[in-house]
């Protein structure tokens, strides 16, 4: 059909000699090119492509940065503010690569919550999904090393925090794991070290993610806002010219509320305290993460601190987990429960517009999110402590109680017969299928 | 249209959803709107080389301002002359000679500004066991930066609250955290001569020092909003354009 005609630039000789031999062209041309793509998208699907975009630039004033800071804890803190008053430019570098983490981790979030409230993780998009929270566990990594770099006070107590973190690990295992984080007893100079070696490591390491993520994706497609597979060329259009454009609409949008706070308020999501110097013999009054780790640090903490509980097992015998590690397992569950939710959510529907109950329940999740934030940035006392423990028990129960008996009992309404039908307004070639609630692949 | 007001709402949602946590035991220090202010503030030149004049003259017996180097003040309008006399007044260890020995030199504009102490040990010996610390990027290192500066300095009480008895060595002061403070009340009026006649008040010059020591926090505060108010101004119109092309193109789609 002539709206997925092949790029006229094909047909260059140069073009065509290098595409014999090497088909990075017709390769372009299929996947950015012609790659079909449902036409209903709205501008939630546009986070995908920011984040790609947002990875790049985290890459590129990485790099930058890198040629002038000094890995050493002596050096550290001061290289990072000759970046700041001396370097040409170095403060803007510095504020895009700060910002640009919290905005990394806002379009991600965005773009996660997009997924749940469409059903994206549904089949066949289970590995795509799976490789998403790959992607963000590494995000975690990678964002949570680098913080430690610039070696602040923040830097400093976040990383010891975080790594003693991993002593809860019994039969030893866990103080060789902290050992070798910190390489020696503390947090000292080899960590500095190491550190900044798997800061710059990681982010690459993300991109080979990505391209596994973004393969995976163009097996089936990009899902849609009513979550129903397409069904030929009617529900489809060519990514270019598109959505090349309304990506770059969306990205114009994004670097004005990002380019508001690099030359605004470039320090509005950072802590003051990490503008002292680290200082091993003061603590500060109190130590928190960045505002990215914060609904998973009020999970860690909603452990009550005289909590035990135990486990049998065949072959371990009877497991005692002590408060600290119940908390650190809560708060990898949060993730881990994530790779599994393709198989907790059965309902054969996937986008909440057809999910009368699910929709209120997923607002419901989003809030109780937001709560476990604010939980996260509130000292630990108090009432806080009693919503903490609430809001964590009930994001557990999300995914664990909500989603599978949602699948029983909720009656999901009946779903258009093609994605052309509703978008043409009911005069769109009628599909061969029939309404089936999801093809299963 | 209706997609975009709901990614605005929730950009908003996210922005008011961070909580802002104080640091524990000091009053919140009021909001002031200062020259450096808002999109597009530039600082008070007047104010910085007042404020200067008070770090050099009260402040740097105690503080030191390691990250700033002489030759920066001629960014806020000293001339090289005087940075020159400024930067003379002290001293820092040279080149090792030809005999190995390392004698003291007067510091050149290029050099940092020296600090009071040579270590953090002999800081707190002269001041009571308290570390009065380096000023460089207080105003960043601290929730209200600027705000909670002058709030600190002009925070004093001679009488402590009924009931609150200060320690021996300490101060009450409203807005330091837990109130008690090592740092007795540092200016006391007329304690410099401005040069400009400006009348030497608490207040004068807490504002001054402040916007000083701002500018030392932040000394790339001017030029990175006025290249901000230049980069939004182009972000808006390439958007916009955007926005038209997108609306050409989906023209036959919707
Ligand atoms: C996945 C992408 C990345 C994320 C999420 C990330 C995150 C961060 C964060 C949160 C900081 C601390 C900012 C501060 O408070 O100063 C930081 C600092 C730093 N990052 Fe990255 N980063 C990424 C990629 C990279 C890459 C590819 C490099 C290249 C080597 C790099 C080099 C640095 C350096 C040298 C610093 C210390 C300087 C500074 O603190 O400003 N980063 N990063």
Redesign the interface.
């Known amino acids: 059909m002539s709206k997925f005609q092949k790029p006229a630039w094909l047909d260059n000789g140069l073009v065509r000699w290098v595409d014999h031999r090497l088909p990075v062209f017709s390769f372009m041309s299929h996947e950015l090119y012609e790659y079909p793509t449902p036409?209903n998208l709205?501008?939630?699907w546009n986070f995908g492509s920011l984040a790609g975009i947002v990875l790049v630039i985290m890459i590129v004033t990485g790099i930058t940065l890198a040629m002038h800071y000094t890995p050493s804890t002596a050096l550290a803190f001061?290289s990072v503010?000759r970046i700041?008053?001396d370097v040409n430019y170095g403060?803007?570098i510095r504020?895009i690569h700060m910002n640009g983490a919290s905005m990394f981790f806002?379009v991600i979030y965005?773009h996660i919550f997009r997924g749940l409230y469409f059903g994206s993780y549904k089949a066949p998009r289970e590995i795509l999904w799976m490789l998403g929270v790959v992607i963000l566990l590494l995000m975690m990594a990678t964002a949570f090393m680098g913080y430690v770099l610039p070696w602040g006070q923040m830097s400093f107590w976040g990383a010891t925090v975080i790594t003693n973190l991993f002593s809860a690990i019994p039969w030893g295992i866990g103080d060789w794991i902290v050992t070798l984080l910190w390489g020696g007893f503390a947090v000292d100079n080899p960590t500095l070290n190491r550190f900044f070696s798997l800061h710059y490591l990681l982010p690459f390491v993300i991109v080979g993610v990505v391209v596994l993520h973004i393969w995976a994706l163009h097996v089936h497609g990009s899902n849609n806002p009513i979550g129903i597979d397409t069904k030929g060329e009617q529900d489809v259009?060519p990514f270019h010219?598109?959505y090349t454009?309304?990506d770059?609409?969306g990205l114009?949008?994004f670097?004005?509320?990002f380019?508001?706070f690099?030359?605004?308020a470039?320090?509005?999501?950072g802590h003051?305290?990490n503008?002292?110097p680290a200082n091993a013999l003061s603590t500060p009054?109190?130590i928190?993460p960045e505002?990215y780790f914060l609904p998973f640090y009020a999970i860690l903490r909603a452990v009550p601190d005289n909590f035990i509980g135990g486990w049998t097992t065949e072959w371990l015998g009877f497991i005692i987990f002590e408060a600290k590690l119940a908390g650190v397992l809560a708060m990898f569950g949060a993730i881990a429960v994530l790779f599994v939710l393709p198989w907790l959510d059965r309902s054969p529907v996937r986008s909440s517009r057809f999910r009368p109950m699910y929709k209120w329940f997923f607002w419901i999740f989003a809030i109780d999110c937001?709560v476990l934030?604010?939980m996260g940035?509130?000292?630990a006392e108090g009432i806080y402590i009693v919503i903490g423990r609430i809001a964590t028990v009930y994001y557990f129960a999300h995914f664990l109680v909500v989603l599978p008996l949602l699948a029983k009992v909720e009656k999901t309404r009946e779903l258009p017969k093609s994605i052309s039908e509703p978008v043409l307004g009911g005069g769109g070639i009628a599909a061969g299928a029939a309404a089936k609630p999801m093809e299963k692949a | 249209m209706n997609a975009i007001r709901t990614l605005l709402a929730a950009a908003c949602v996210a922005l008011l959803a961070t909580p802002v946590v104080a640091a524990g035991g000091g009053k919140e220090a009021p909001a002031r709107q200062w020259a450096h202010s808002g999109l597009f503030g530039t600082f008070d030149r007047a104010a910085l080389r007042r404020g200067a004049r008070v770090y050099m003259e009260v402040c740097s017996a105690c503080h030191g301002l390691r990250l700033v180097a002489y030759r920066n003040l001629m960014e806020i309008g000293f001339s090289e002359n005087e940075v020159k006399k400024i930067s003379a007044e002290k001293e820092v260890p040279a080149e090792p000679n030809d005999d190995g020995e390392v004698e003291l030199r007067p510091a050149l504009p290029a050099d940092k500004f020296v600090s009071p102490f040579n270590n953090e040990n002999a800081a707190r010996a002269a001041n009571g066991g308290a570390y009065p610390p380096d000023l460089s990027l207080i105003v960043k290192a601290r929730p209200g930066g600027a705000d909670y500066l002058h709030a600190l300095l002009t925070g004093y009480k001679d009488e402590a609250p009924a009931g609150v008895t200060v320690p021996e060595g300490m101060n009450y002061n409203e807005y330091f955290a837990g109130n008690m403070i090592a740092m007795a009340a540092p200016l006391s009026e007329e304690a410099v001569e401005y040069a400009d006649g400006t009348k030497a008040t608490v207040e004068q010059m807490s504002e001054d020092v402040s916007v000083f020591l701002a500018w030392a926090a932040e000394p790339e505060l001017e030029e990175r909003k006025r290249m901000g108010i230049k980069v939004i101004l182009f972000l808006l119109v390439l958007t916009g354009l955007l926005y038209v092309v997108k609306r050409r193109i989906w023209a036959d789609v919707h």
Do not use: Q, S, T
């Open positions: 036409r709205n501008y939630w001061d503010e700041m008053r403060w803007l504020y806002i965005i259009l010219p598109y454009v309304k770059m609409f114009g949008v670097l004005i509320v380019a508001l690099i030359f605004f470039p320090n509005y999501m003051p305290d503008y002292i009054a109190h928190v505002w937001v934030g604010y940035a509130l000292p």
